[in-house]
């Protein structure tokens, strides 16, 4: 019988990803991106092509949830990550958060005369009203007369 050592051949040292077909070498295909992965298309189909992407791009599974959480961050929060110094100047990034609070401040101002407005003719809806009401009441006096006429 033939013993022909594989392991030492060019094609078993080099695998599919690096001069064969497909993609069967790339990616991080350890054991827990693998039960990841079919959980994921056991419980929703595009959780599971998530984690096989994931997993193509050759990262860990258990970096995928803080990826997540911080693209969930940034979209969602109203200041981008930048905003909390990702950046190595130190005064670029002061200088940013100083324009953060000013469209911060301008959106509280913003908001204070909408409430300010909203009061305003919510009074002038009162008074509208009221005079509606007084100009009834000096056309026909004898409709506002109580039960003991």
């Not at 990262?59 to 969602?76: G, H, I, N, S």
Request: positive net charge.
């Amino acid at each position: 019988m033939s013993s022909f050592n594989y392991a030492g051949s060019d094609t078993a040292r080099r695998g599919c990803a690096h001069g064969g077909p497909g993609l069967c070498g790339a990616g991080h295909w350890s054991g827990a991106n693998i039960a990841a992965m079919v959980l994921g298309f056991i419980i929703f189909v595009p959780l599971g092509i998530v984690v096989l992407v994931w997993t193509l791009m050759g990262r860990p599974v258990q970096e995928l949830p803080a990826w997540v959480r911080e693209k969930w961050r940034q979209t969602f929060s109203g200041t981008p990550s930048v905003s909390r110094g990702d950046s190595d100047n130190v005064v670029f990034n002061e200088y940013q958060q100083t324009q953060y609070d000013r469209i911060r401040e301008i959106k509280d101002e913003i908001r204070r005369r909408s409430e300010a407005f909203r009061a305003f003719r919510s009074d002038a809806r009162r008074r509208r009203d009221q005079k509606e009401f007084e100009d009834f009441m000096a056309t026909n006096p004898d409709s506002g007369a109580g039960p003991d006429r």
